[in-house]
């Protein structure tokens, strides 16, 4: 048993989380974790991931059942991927020392099952073990999965990844590019030194939507229209591929952070929608957790195309913030004003 500060939901959050005040949306408060029983760990955190899909959990206008992860109890820790030591075990699989990737919460140390435990080997080229949480981790799964079975992206393709320049766009864009090999692969980012790097990934072309051109841009690219996007964004990049989707053209709904911190605007929507009957396309929404059976699998295919040089994972691929832990929920909310490239991590 240790004491431990964690950051708990305090009040949900209508739009932009609220950091500070009487209507914060986390609180800093001190606990006890108790002591791990039969197949349980102690674990010390070490890194956090940080994920957009974390804002729908404390949301206080959608409706649970449309969740696929169920919100968070007001006076829980907010929940996260986190890199861990083991610094009790009480399980024959985990040794105390043991570096692990585990589903957790926002707290310094915490007692879990040894089930939600993985053991992380070291990585080859002397690569930092936080790549776990994000390249080979479930951020490459995410865009592994979401470019291979659900997009069903083939070497014919013409591929437009939208957040391109983020955790999962990123691995999207070099799955697509130089693992399946797709013919033409378009990101889409949010400035020209972001599609500066994503193009230095493998996309043949990247596009800043925040241009006045951006539109025209898009159309002058696509002259054979697309027949794979990525969707990582919802909103008006969304709508305006709608019209650029080539007949029978597939779309892989990853995320929305368009919309993320917009829940109590009802009109943030999609437009032009008839694109989707009259181009016959097909949308299909997906949640990585789906594949978790396949983790194994797919993880070693992510690792022999590093071996092979197919894959660019080095520290710019993501953004490590060293932290207080008081700082965590500010790290976080980078996330949705761009600040980050590539997954954004953490390190306490």
Known sequence: MVKTRQWV?????????????PDATFALITSETGVPNDGQVLIKTLCFSNDPSQRGWIDAVTDNERLYVPLLPQGSPMPAYALAEIFESRTDSLN???????????????????????????LPN??????????????????????TDVAQATKDDVVVV??????????AVQIAKNVIGCKKVIGIAGSDSKCKWVESLGADMCLN?????????LAQVTPEFV??????????????????MARYGRIAACGAIANYNHASNR????????????????????????????????????????AEGKLKIDSEVEHVIESDFENVPVVWMKLFTGANQGKLITRL
């Open 209 to 217: 939507y925040k241009s006045s051109t951006f539109p025209e841009e």
């Open 267 to 306: 009109s943030i929507g999609v437009k032009n929608w008839f694109e989707v009957v009259a181009m016959r396309l097909q949308i299909k929404g997906f949640v990585v957790k789906d594949y978790t059976a396949r983790f194994e699998e797919a993880l070693q295919v992510l690792m022999n195309a590093l």
């Open 162 to 171: 939208s957040g391109a320049a983020g955790a999962t766009g990123s691995m």
């Open 126 to 147: 002397r690569l930092s073990p936080t790549h776990h949480l994000g390249a080979l981790g479930i951020t490459g799964l995410t865009a592994f999965f979401g470019m």
């Open 9 to 21: 939901l305090r009040n949900r959050a209508t739009d932009q989380p609220i950091l500070k005040g």
């Open 227 to 244: 027949n794979v996007y990525f969707d990582n964004a919802g909103g008006d990049i969304l709508s305006l591929l709608f019209t650029r």
């Open 96 to 122: 105390r020392g043991d570096l692990v990737r585990v589903w957790t919460g926002w707290s310094e140390y915490a007692v879990v099952d040894a089930q939600l435990c993985t053991k992380l080997p070291l």
